[in-house]
């Protein structure tokens, strides 16, 4: 298989397998750019390191480990309640990450649907002429 012909920002070569008939890979290809923004804003809605619903899971976890370590008598009621504080700033934290990545996503399409009327809009340009 052939491999990308797309040269670096560090000078090398691109190591990937071309897959596009001019010699690109997945990743540098143009034909596929909207395909690889479609999977970048999905990225993060599901989980994994990093991501909004393991960090809510990772978060829960540890509200339910401080829950039991107040009723057990292991942690001081205060101590606790300022742990609680700051674990509930950890999760308004990535509400409001949540609320950021959504908002970026419906910039992001809003832009691809202006860009597609504007394109529509020189081609009817183009007719008319």
Not at 79 to 96: P, T, W, Y
Request: a positive charge; one cysteine or more; proline letters at 2%.
């Amino acid at each position: 298989m052939q491999q990308c012909q797309r040269i670096k920002a560090n000078g090398e070569r691109c190591k990937a397998p071309a897959s596009g008939a001019n010699g690109l890979c997945y990743s540098h290809d143009p034909a596929t750019e909207n395909d690889r923004k479609k999977s970048a804003r999905r990225a993060g809605k599901t989980g994994g390191r990093g991501r909004p619903s393991t960090e809510l899971k990772r978060l829960q976890k540890m509200f339910e480990e401080l829950a039991k370590r107040v009723d057990d008598g292991d942690v001081v009621r205060a101590d606790a309640a300022v742990m609680g504080q700051l674990l509930n700033g950890a999760r308004a934290c990535i509400r409001d990450l949540i609320a950021a990545r959504e908002q970026e996503e419906l910039i992001g399409r809003m832009e691809e649907i202006e860009a597609e009327l504007q394109a529509q809009k020189e081609r009817r340009g183009n007719r008319v002429a």
